[in-house]
């Protein structure tokens, strides 16, 4: 009887010393896969390198990111169009479809007569919907 007991002492001990270690072991595996799968790093929002292509006033959207075919948009003082899927200088007057006229350097004439001059990052489509430099659509009645 004695070794009877002995031996399930020796057994609950040994059970419960590997208990322990598989309970060390599964902590320390489920603290690396938590440092794992910690995104923090991956979801920071990481320093704006696009930041010198902002347009003036500190505006962090860039409109050309949006243009199409046949939109202006003036950039450093300049106006410049997407031709071909490529941002290139106005190298001529634009009539665009709802009869706006955009000039090479800023001006435009509304259908009406009136007539704006585009500010730095401001942008219009090719249909002649005027757009803020924030894609803020502007009144250009």
Same mark, same amino acid.
Request: glycine share 8%; with cysteine; hydrophobic share 40%.
């Given at each position: 009887?004695?070794?009877?007991?002995?031996?399930?002492?020796?057994?609950?001990?040994?059970?419960?010393?590997?208990?322990?270690?598989?309970?060390?072991?599964?902590?320390?595996?489920?603290?690396?896969?938590?440092?794992?799968?910690?995104?923090?790093?991956?979801?920071?929002?990481?320093?704006?390198?696009?930041?010198?292509?902002?347009?003036?006033?500190?505006?962090?959207?860039?409109?050309?990111?949006? *243009? $199409?075919? !046949?939109? /202006?948009?003036? #950039? =450093? %003082?300049?106006? &410049?169009?997407?031709?071909?899927?490529? +941002? @290139?200088?106005?190298?001529?007057?634009?009539?665009?479809?709802?009869?706006?006229?955009? *000039? $090479?350097? !800023?001006? /435009?004439?509304? #259908? =009406? %007569?009136?007539? &704006?001059?585009?500010?730095?990052?401001? +942008? @219009?489509?090719?249909?002649?919907?005027?757009?803020?430099?924030?894609?803020?659509?502007?009144?250009?009645?």
């Amino acid at each position: 009887m004695k070794k009877v007991m002995l031996l399930m002492t020796a057994g609950v001990l040994l059970a419960s010393c590997s208990k322990k270690t598989e309970t060390t072991d599964t902590m320390a595996n489920s603290d690396s896969a938590a440092m794992m799968n910690d995104t923090t790093m991956a979801t920071a929002p990481m320093a704006d390198s696009t930041s010198a292509m902002a347009p003036a006033g500190g505006a962090m959207m860039d409109n050309s990111t949006s *243009m $199409k075919n !046949g939109d /202006v948009m003036m #950039k =450093d %003082g300049k106006m &410049m169009t997407m031709k071909d899927d490529k +941002m @290139m200088m106005m190298d001529q007057d634009m009539t665009m479809s709802n009869g706006t006229k955009v *000039m $090479k350097d !800023g001006n /435009v004439m509304m #259908k =009406d %007569g009136s007539k &704006m001059m585009m500010s730095d990052g401001m +942008m @219009m489509n090719s249909a002649g919907t005027a757009m803020d430099k924030d894609g803020k659509m502007m009144d250009n009645k």
